[in-house]
Nanobody, 125 residues
Framework: QVKLMESGGGSAQAGGSLRLSCVVTGYYYSTYCMAWFRQVAGARREGIASIVQTGAISINPSVKGRFAISQDNAKNIYLEMNNLKPEDSGMYYC????????????????????WGQGTQVTVGS
């Protein structure tokens, strides 16, 4: 059973940094897209950053240059968020899917098979 669990959310001031972690267990597919999504009240969940099994990375232009995604050998993924802005506030989810090729820039609103419970990020001005 695939499980994803996020941690690392919290509060930060504008210009500050946070690092989110997602522990992935039970994922035995050889292919994958693993990604971070953000959802704010009243809006669709939107992809922020993704990584596929080849190591290719895709970053949403809204956070490019400020956010970075990485992965360890256990397939856990991380989101390094720097120079935070109030508009970065929201619930952050990690997600995984064995069939999505999200190495391009068209995956931001795709449905994924597996989701974590989310971790809240609040950025003050």
């Amino acid at each position: 059973q695939v499980k994803l669990m996020e941690s690392g959310g919290g509060s930060a001031q504008a210009g500050g940094s946070l690092r989110l972690s997602c522990v992935v267990t039970g994922y035995y597919y050889s292919t994958y897209c693993m990604a971070w999504f953000r959802q704010v009240a009243g809006a669709r969940r939107e992809g922020i950053a993704s990584i596929v099994q080849t190591g290719a990375i895709s970053i949403n232009p809204s956070v490019k240059g400020r956010f970075a995604i990485s992965q360890d050998n256990a397939k856990n993924i991380y989101l390094e968020m720097n120079n935070l802005k109030p508009e970065d506030s929201g619930m952050y989810y990690c997600a995984a899917d064995p069939e999505k090729d999200c190495s391009g820039g068209y995956w931001f609103f795709w449905p994924f098979d597996y989701w974590g419970q989310g971790t809240q990020v609040t950025v003050g001005s």
